[in-house]
């Protein structure tokens, strides 16, 4: 999973970017797509990407790496601002649907097997997401029946739909995310049912056979 930066032509560093952009875009519709798709998307050639990503999974796996580390430093921004709690957290859950992180671990989990990398991001995510979670509960704005991975799984929900273009798409789910965080606030009906755990929530990424 570790990029190899030394040595790499302008031109490579284009054609992985476009790469792994082609690939969000292809694979996040669907997660079945071949990976010849992604080529003529990114208009390589496939031996360029295999260079690059020598297989299918190794490359689902490098956009899920990506996501995380995206997650983790607007995570990382957010602890570091002063503030309400609730309003930081509320801001930076806006900034997290804008990028769109939730698009790949809705469609992609389970579609390969975790690395290292992946393992050790999500600790340090997890990390991160609940010392931001507590803050926010800790301002008395955040209703209390509410868990993490109840957050992680509406912020997926948010970013199922797909509205035709990028921005009318961005648009509706930054609508869609105005009404979650009204729901996020103290004062609501409890809610019903047992909240997921984290073991329901890692057995999502075991690899379906």
Not at 78 to 88: H, I, N, R, Y
Request: charged share 25%; aromatic share 6%; net charge neutral.
């Amino acid at each position: 999973m570790a990029r190899q930066a030394g040595g790499r032509t302008r031109e490579a560093n284009a054609n992985d970017a476009l790469i792994l952009q082609a690939a969000r875009e292809v694979f996040v519709a669907d997660p079945k797509a071949p990976v010849a798709e992604v080529a003529a998307r990114a208009g390589v050639g496939m031996a360029a990407l295999y260079r690059r990503y020598p297989s299918k999974e190794f490359l689902l796996a490098s956009l899920c790496a990506e996501g995380q580390r995206v997650y983790i430093a607007e995570a990382e921004i957010a602890l570091a601002q002063s503030g309400d709690g609730f309003d930081v957290f509320s801001n930076f859950l806006r900034r997290i649907v804008a990028s769109d992180t939730h698009s790949l671990s809705g469609r992609l989990a389970g579609t390969f097997k975790p690395t290292e990398v992946h393992l050790k991001q999500a600790i340090r995510l997890r990390e991160v997401a609940e010392a931001l979670f507590e803050r926010a509960r800790s301002s008395g704005h955040l209703r209390a029946d509410l868990t993490l991975i109840d957050l992680g799984l509406m912020l997926e929900a948010i970013a199922f739909p797909q509205f035709g273009t990028t921005a009318r798409t961005a648009e509706i789910r930054q609508r869609l995310l105005a009404v979650m965080i009204d729901g996020l606030r103290a004062g609501h009906e409890p809610l019903p049912g047992n909240a997921p755990t984290w073991e329901e929530q890692e057995r999502r990424w075991i690899p379906k056979t």
